[in-house]
């Protein structure tokens, strides 16, 4: 099997001052190509700690994936770790330092004698194009290990693995075909309460059933060969069905993007209010281009029955001429109300959060996700209050 790992480096990321996302989405990127990652490893800005790492890893990967290190300071070493690693000198590419300038003069801004550094490359390396930045990679042969240096920039570097890398990988190897994942997502079951129903359950060889826990919601997959998709999709049946009523959306698309999809199908503009999630549910659907018709956003101190909430939804949709519209309490001790108006009229709960080691931010995301599980149980016609192991209902309004 192809080993495949990735070499993350900088003492930022070493030392935990920035989050790792390109790590993240590689290893998933990869996955979804057939193409698992092997191993990570992370290493700071240290010349001898790169070559070191380098030499050992050749002699294990097949593919090394470097990310980081190849700006215009002198803290960026992956050039020069790659050349000293190879025994060989660092080249300059006149044609890459002919696009640095060109960038910079499309920016009206003349480049800075330090860019030329990221022109030079080790002497056996192939260059690798970035059409978004100053970076470019390289490419090169190490002992047994094809390796691959990329920009730290996320949105260069996910370009170059998309258009330099895998093209690479697929002309140069037998690459595996991608496995198959179904993918669910619940809210307002727990880990342990899916677990009891389903560990256990006769899978087909080569199949995983997993999950991942990201609180508010919990995610269900099941992964394996696409030989055995036919059994996969019955398995399939037997996980929706534990589910059941908790199963939000599948695939990956994500609860608000779905929501912003259904409204825009049926012509219906939502009108918001917050008061607990402080925006953060307007921040959800206009990422997704959701119909918004208006909103507001109240002090979070003020005091409200649920009847109040319900009149205050269905001033805010004549207001606006919304349709719907969503409107969410403060929270009293542990309490809190979401009402949802409708051209039906108002339906409205009052929960108890009883989960009281969840943080405020934890505490903003699950009544978000309840206001969105009520919207979106509205457009599939369905019972607008659900059951939740967390939010226990003290009070419903139809």
């Not at 919304?322 to 108002?346: F, Y």
Request: aromatic share 4%; glycine share 8%.
């Amino acid at each position: 099997m192809l080993r495949i790992e990735m070499l993350s480096t900088g003492d930022e990321v070493l030392h935990g001052q920035i989050i790792d996302t390109n790590a993240a989405w590689l290893a998933d990127y990869l996955f979804q190509q057939g193409l698992p990652m092997s191993g990570r490893e992370t290493v700071g800005d240290s010349l001898s700690s790169l070559v070191e790492i380098l030499q050992e890893r050749s002699h294990i990967a097949d593919v090394l994936i470097v990310n980081g290190g190849l700006g215009p300071t002198s803290d960026d070493l992956s050039a020069l770790a790659a050349a000293n690693a190879c025994g060989v000198e660092l080249v300059e590419h006149p044609e890459w330092i002919a696009r640095m300038e060109a960038y910079f003069a499309e920016r009206g801004r003349p480049m800075a004698a330090s860019n030329r550094k990221q022109a030079q490359l080790p002497a056996n390396a192939e260059m690798l194009d970035n059409r978004v930045g100053t970076a470019c990679g390289f490419t090169l042969q190490l002992n047994k290990c094809r390796m691959f240096f990329t920009p730290g920039v996320p949105s260069e570097f996910k370009v170059m693995v998309e258009e330099q890398i895998l093209p690479r990988l697929r002309q140069s190897m037998t690459l595996p075909e991608p496995p198959l994942c179904l993918r669910l997502t619940t809210f307002g079951t727990s880990e342990s309460d899916l677990a009891a129903e389903l560990d256990g359950m006769t899978l087909p060889p080569e199949v995983v059933l997993g999950y991942r826990s990201s609180s508010p919601i919990i995610e269900l997959k099941l992964t394996g060969p696409r030989t055995q998709q036919a059994a996969m999709e019955q398995a399939w049946e037997r996980v929706r069905s534990v589910a059941g009523d908790n199963r939000i959306f599948e695939g990956m698309v994500g609860l608000p993007a779905m929501l912003a999809e259904r409204l825009q199908q049926q012509g219906l503009k939502l009108a918001l209010s917050e008061q607990f999630t402080a925006g953060l549910i307007n921040l959800q659907l206009q990422n997704e281009a959701a119909p918004l018709a208006g909103g507001e956003l109240l002090p979070a101190h003020c005091s409200e029955t649920l009847e109040t909430v319900l009149a205050r939804a269905q001033s805010l949709a004549q207001l606006t001429g919304a349709q719907l519209a969503l409107a969410v309490s403060a929270m009293e001790g542990e309490r809190v109300s979401v009402a949802l108006h409708t051209p039906k009229g108002g339906i409205g709960q009052t929960v108890n959060y009883r989960a009281a080691r969840h943080g405020l931010r934890l505490r903003q995301e699950s009544v978000a996700m309840l206001a969105l599980d009520m919207l979106r149980r509205w457009l599939n016609g369905e019972t607008v209050c659900g059951k939740n192991s967390w939010l226990e209902i003290v009070e419903v309004i139809e």
